[in-house]
């Protein structure tokens, strides 16, 4: 099925970018019920799914809210307030969800499973009013044990992808920007077109403007999600997913760099931060004493360069853009030098 979405000058004008982390919820659940996961992200899917096995009723119901295939309930993407919305504005976002809403979201997954809703779901579905504050912790819990502690990295690249796209159209023009953003996305002069959509999008069912959203997890498709009066959203690949998970090269000769700034054993640990990691991993990587490396670990998350998330009885230490933007730039600089 194709659909044309037909645009006026006021909805080019109105055309915008934005960066949900609600988004790459929903697109990483989805990613995690496919077995075995997208090839891009094998490497993330199994060092969270062990994390999230200890969370089996939390998952339970987010399991069954976002399917391997099918319909994604709009309601767990609001439309986003501004460039850049926070997880919390998001959450209070879905919170405040009218029950109208939820109900026919739920109705369709139903009718697309032979008309029966997944048990899990029915309390959901009977009291929305009281069981969203409930599934917006659900939706917070998974997000601190799989995405927290990557967000840093994959904001880099849902940020790169943005700047790269804005930058085509102000070179290049809008148009052209349009016509590049996925090979089942065409833009034909008055209308973008898009193929392989299971349910037409058209302007008659959509509000003006459009809302472009890069995501780390929902190659190799383009989603969309159409709830008027709020403008359509493109949901897109972002440039350089094939590379998200890929260990940098040149560790040893990074870290030897960073010694001479971080010390030697503060260095060692920001390396091993390539993947999240607790204290007691980072300690048998790196011959450190726990205790010795819970020491150093506090002196770099004090210094802005890691963070801490709980994940279940443990704590995982992720580098943060900081981090990672002064192991990139030590990289660049190592290369320069070879």
Do not use: K
Not at 24 to 42: D, I
Not at 57 to 81: E, K
Not at 184 to 210: I, K, N
Not at 268 to 297: F, I, K, M, N, V
């Amino acid at each position: 099925m194709r659909s044309e979405l037909h645009f006026s000058a006021q909805d080019l004008a109105l055309t915008r970018f934005a960066v949900s982390p609600m988004q790459e919820v929903v697109t990483s659940l989805r990613a995690l019920a496919r077995h075995p996961a997208p090839a891009l992200h094998r490497r993330w899917a199994a060092e969270v799914r062990g994390r999230l096995a200890a969370a089996a009723p939390t998952m339970d119901r987010l399991a069954a809210l976002v399917p391997p295939t099918g319909h994604l309930p709009d309601f767990l993407n609001p439309a986003p307030a501004g460039h850049s919305p926070t997880l919390a504005e998001e959450l209070a976002a879905i919170t405040a969800t009218g029950a109208e809403q939820v109900r026919a979201d739920l109705d369709i997954m139903a009718a697309e499973a032979g008309g029966r809703l997944p048990a899990v779901l029915a309390p959901l579905r009977r009291d929305p009013a009281a069981q969203l504050p409930r599934l917006a912790a659900d939706l917070r819990a998974y997000w601190e044990l799989a995405l927290a502690p990557y967000w840093a990295r994959i904001r880099a690249l849902l940020s790169a992808d943005v700047f790269h796209r804005s930058r085509q159209a102000a070179e290049h023009g809008t148009a052209r920007m349009l016509d590049e953003l996925h090979d089942t996305v065409r833009w034909d002069g008055t209308a973008l077109l898009l193929e392989q959509r299971h349910c037409a999008v058209t302007r008659l069912t959509a509000g003006s403007g459009l809302v472009l959203l890069p995501s780390a997890f929902a190659w190799p498709r383009v989603l969309t999600r159409v709830l008027p009066p709020d403008p359509p959203q493109l949901i897109y690949p972002a440039r350089g997913t094939a590379a998200l998970w890929e260990r940098r090269a040149g560790t040893a000769a990074r870290t030897d760099a960073l010694a001479g700034v971080l010390g030697r054993s503060r260095a060692r640990l920001l390396a091993e931060l390539d993947s999240p990691a607790s204290t007691t991993e980072l300690a048998d990587r790196t011959g450190l004493s726990p205790a010795g490396a819970s020491q150093h670990l506090t002196a770099l998350r004090t210094a802005g360069l890691t963070s801490a998330h709980r994940a279940g009885h443990a704590v995982l230490h992720a580098r943060t853009a900081i981090g990672d933007s002064l192991f990139d730039q030590d990289e660049q600089e190592f290369d320069r030098s070879t």
